[in-house]
Structures are given as C-alpha cells and as structure tokens.
C-alpha cells in the first residue's frame, strides 16, 4: 500500500458543502436533473471526459492515468431521494416538500466528488502512480426497484461503453461507528420481489354465505401457508423472507366480496431459494384458490437480484481498508442484510465488492441530535463525518488498483 494513499486528504469542506446542498434539494428517481448537472461540472472542470443523459439522468466520468494501458476500475454512486417528509429540523434539511435524502446518496454522491477531485489533481501532477482507466459512474434512481437506474444504465449499454474490469459501491450504514468498513464475500444482500394474489370468488350477502363464493377463504389460507415455504422449503442455511405488507377484500361487514388480494415482499440470499420461492407461492396460491372453489391471479414481480460480492476483489477492498483505517476498524466477514441494492445488476455484469461505511447514529429531531436511527427515516441524516472515510477508501482502491 502506498503513503501516498494512506496520507491523502480530500477535501472535507468541499465535500461538506456539495452534499448539503444535494440535501437541500432532493430529487427523486430519473429526476436529478440539478444533481448530476452538480456532478458534472465538476467533472469536466476537473479533468474528466463527461458523458451525460446515460438513464435520463446518470452521468459517467473517464480518466485516463498514466499510458491508460493498464486495467479500468469502476466506482458507482447512487443520486436519487426518496419520497419522505424530512423531520430533522437542520439548516440544510430538504425544502422540498415529501422528498429527502433520505437513505444517504447525497453523502455518497459527495464522497465520490471528493474523490474524483483528488484523483484528477493526482493524476494531473503525476503523482497517480500506475497505468489504467478510472470509471466514475454517478447512477439515478436506485430506490426504484427491478426498473431503476442500474437496470437501464446496462440496457443503454453502459459496460459497451465503458468497459471495466472491477466495480465497487458503496452505503453508509447508519449504527456501524464512522470510521469502520464491513464486508463479505458472497451473497451479502438480499434479493428483492414484490407480489400480488387476487382471488375472485363470487360476491353475496354476510348472512348467505351458501349463496357466494367466499375469497376471505383462499386468501387467509394463503397468509399462513407462505411461512410453510419458509419454514419447511427453503434451506435453512439461506435466508428469506417472505411479508405480507397488504390484505384486502370487501367492503362492509354484511358483504362477502367479490375478490380478496395480498401484496408480498419476498426476500431471499441465494438465487437457487429466489427461484423455489416463486415456484412455491404459485403452487401454493393456484392450489388453496381451487380448494375454495376460486380463481386465483398472480402477479410476480423480480426486483433486485442477490447482490453477491466477488472473492477476489472483495479481498483487495479488505486489504485496502486495513491499510487506510487499520484492520481493527475492517470487519471482512459481515452478516448479510436482507435489504437489497440495484447494484447487484451491475455485480451480475462485472466481478466486484460493494461495502458498508458506518455512519454513526446521526438522527435529529427539531435540529438537535436524536440518537440512532435506521435510512429512510424521517429523522435520518447522513453523517458528514464519514464522507472523508469514504473519500479515502475510494482514493485508496484506484491507486492500488493501478500499481497491481
């Protein structure tokens, strides 16, 4: 590892005011029009060769080091807000009404900027050792599920375009202290797929029930039996989860209605189980439909893959991380989460390593500190005290990466 790497700083204050002034003014999923004309401007008055309008909104900076003979390395943040009414009370809170920066791409749109500014001066003094090409990918519309921005950057031919060899993200984690790195090789976040069940029966009065064909019936049935599909189905080494979030039917006591539905979450960490949980919630629903003498109706609909870290660049992000933060601070075998990325589209594409930085317990109430709290909160503020953290570690990943 250099010293170089190890005793660069970018530029904190910088970096403080982009990200603030990203929270400011949210911007939700293929709308970021002000942010990635931010990041933008700052790319070419950097150095970088900017390609605009990838997604809608997703912008991609290209440096060359060096001869650019060598290896290309890829470094994605996401841009986008989610649609949350920001209860913090701080200066900078959101003056757009029901958007915030709620889950931290401000912060990770502002460690990438404070990286990119780095890299470019270090390249531009020749103090960037090493040959290769450095990808900045600023992605939209993350929160948006199996049809966001990292879906259709690929579909527009984003790894066509800018072909690379390794690609790295990442999240701050709201209650890992700042200053610490976590990450797996392997499956390390869930899949994510949202479901809906309709059964249609036959409409009648609550005091008939002989008359109708009741749906309440198959749908019930239905709710106990998916954790059978947990519980008796999926290895008990691989994780998933399947929520009901939504039952509805009828619409008075005395009605029995026409058509009962259920809307699902279904997580899973092994694409192998993704699979036989699709299979089992068809067979399950069509089955309890006809044993009530109903039609059943499923929509199934594949969001996030299973984000899986690759071994090889997941090993040179901890080797990294130990040298930058000390190998106390780099935890190389974290627990799964059954939260999900659309980063994995991109892992799918191209071996690489998406990791966690801590981001402290940084929840505000009425602009005062409020302890802990979880993203996509309304109290939930990233922390400005991880950006340098961040910054370091992408700083440190391209120049490793160009020296191996």
Request: glycine share 14%; charged share 20%.
């Amino acid at each position: 590892m250099t010293n170089a790497a190890v005793l660069f700083e970018p530029d904190v204050e910088g970096m403080t005011a982009w990200r603030r002034a990203i929270h400011r003014h949210p911007e939700l999923g293929f709308e970021e029009h002000a942010t990635s004309t931010l990041v933008a401007e700052r790319l070419r008055a950097w150095g970088y060769e900017v390609h605009t309008g990838i997604a809608v909104t997703g912008v991609v900076g290209v440096l060359r080091v060096g001869d650019g003979s060598g290896r290309t390395i890829g470094l994605r943040a996401d841009m986008d807000a989610i649609p949350v009414q920001e209860m913090t009370g701080l200066p900078w809170a959101s003056t757009v009404p029901g958007k915030m920066h709620g889950c931290g791409h401000d912060g990770h749109t502002a460690m990438l900027l404070g990286a990119a500014q780095a890299l470019a001066a270090r390249a531009k003094s020749g103090a960037l050792p090493g040959n290769g090409t450095l990808v900045l990918i600023f992605q939209p519309a993350e929160e948006l599920g199996g049809g966001g921005g990292a879906r259709r950057m690929l579909d527009e031919g984003l790894f066509e375009r800018f072909p690379c060899d390794a690609i790295f993200g990442m999240h701050n984690f709201p209650g890992i202290p700042v200053g610490e790195v976590h990450v797996r090789t392997g499956a390390f976040m869930a899949s994510s797929d949202k479901v809906g069940i309709r059964f249609v029966g036959r409409g009648g009065h609550g005091g008939m029930p002989h008359m109708a064909v009741d749906p309440t019936l198959p749908a019930a049935a239905t709710v106990l039996g998916l954790q059978s599909i947990i519980g008796r189905n999926v290895n008990p080494n691989h994780a998933a989860v399947i929520s009901v979030g939504r039952i509805e039917a009828g619409s008075a006591y005395n009605v029995i209605g026409e058509a009962a539905e259920l809307e699902l979450s279904v997580r899973a960490l092994d694409p192998g189980a993704r699979d036989l949980i699709e299979h089992r919630i068809r067979e399950l629903a069509e089955h309890q439909a006809r044993a009530y003498g109903c039609t059943s109706e499923i929509r199934y609909e594949r969001g996030y893959p299973v984000l899986i870290n690759a071994a090889e660049p997941t090993a040179f992000a901890v080797e990294v991380a130990r040298a930058l933060f000390g190998a106390e601070n780099v935890v190389a075998d974290a627990q799964p989460l059954t939260g999900s990325e659309d980063f994995a589209f991109l892992l799918e594409r191209v071996p690489g390593s998406y990791l966690l930085v801590g981001n402290g317990d940084n929840g505000h109430a009425d602009g005062k500190w409020a302890g802990g709290c979880m993203v996509h909160n309304p109290h939930y503020d990233f922390n400005d005290a991880c950006l340098a953290v961040g910054a370091r570690l992408w700083i440190g990943l391209v120049e490793q990466y160009f020296q191996n």
